[in-house]
């Protein structure tokens, strides 16, 4: 069974209790260099962190639909930008927004686990400074090519049904499967069918390298361009289970701008 790579967080992140094998962290990766990433977000509700996202403008957040929760009380009411280590206040580096909007995309399917995207408007402009800045949308779209590198990041869980998630923002290097191989039956076995519009991608053959629970929404980066969106996968760190992205191809870009200008 796959699952979305979402932390259901019910208690504060300090001591979180997380749905078994459902989310995303960063497996075999590195802490990255403190705000190099100034793009990435944090999202919460009132229990804590429970995706990860990309500014894309200044009032508006890219992610994953499936870390949306129709129920007020757990879902996205705050998001985070500005933040390395969840433990430290950074508050000269921080800014805080609440959520205004969210738009899901039309076609999403949570059963086939297409189209796994959405939009959350901000109640108000973040101001672009060192550590909070936006990551533009790319103006042509490339498929990687089977085999390239790209880097996927966030705060989720750094080993397979680890009780929480990394305190400090992490990312690895992932290697682009063919989708023919991702259907495999070594691999998903169309269960569910990876389509163009997904992405997989994880361990080179050799060395393990994954997103995991928690980094659901989180961007997937080739050659430093935003290609994708962390959506889900089966366990963590599994050579034959790789983390599937939801792929921005042209279709889903022009979804984008009619909202972001």
């Not at 190099?36 to 500014?55: D, F, H, R, V, W």
Request: charged share 25%.
């Amino acid at each position: 069974m796959t699952l979305p790579r979402l932390a259901c967080v019910f208690l504060l992140y300090a001591s979180c209790l997380v749905c078994p094998n459902d989310g995303v962290e960063i497996i075999n990766g590195k802490e990255v260099v403190p705000h190099s990433m100034p793009y990435m977000a944090l999202l919460e509700n009132k229990q804590g962190p429970i995706c990860g996202g990309t500014l894309i403008s200044p009032k508006w957040v890219l992610t994953a639909a499936h870390c949306y929760n129709g129920t007020k009380k757990f879902n996205i009411n705050k998001v985070m930008l500005g933040v390395h280590n969840l433990k430290n206040e950074e508050n000269d580096s921080r800014q805080i927004r609440e959520v205004k909007d969210f738009i899901i995309h039309p076609c999403y399917d949570s059963q086939e686990k297409v189209n796994d995207l959405m939009l959350i408007k901000l109640a108000k402009s973040v101001k672009e400074t060192k550590t909070v800045s936006v990551l533009p949308l790319r103006k042509s779209v490339e498929d990687p090519p089977t085999g390239s590198t790209c880097l996927v990041a966030g705060w989720g869980y750094t080993k397979n049904k680890a009780k929480k998630g990394s305190d400090v923002l992490m990312s690895v290097n992932v290697t682009v499967i063919d989708r023919v191989k991702c259907n495999s039956k070594q691999y998903y076995n169309f269960k569910p069918t990876i389509t163009r519009g997904h992405i997989c991608a994880g361990s080179d053959g050799t060395n393990v390298a994954d997103s995991c629970n928690g980094d659901s929404g989180g961007p997937l980066l080739c050659k430093r361009n935003l290609v994708g969106v962390t959506s889900f996968g089966e366990d963590c760190g599994r050579i034959q289970k790789p983390g599937v992205y939801a792929f921005l191809t042209e279709k889903q870009i022009k979804w984008i701008r009619k909202y972001v200008k």
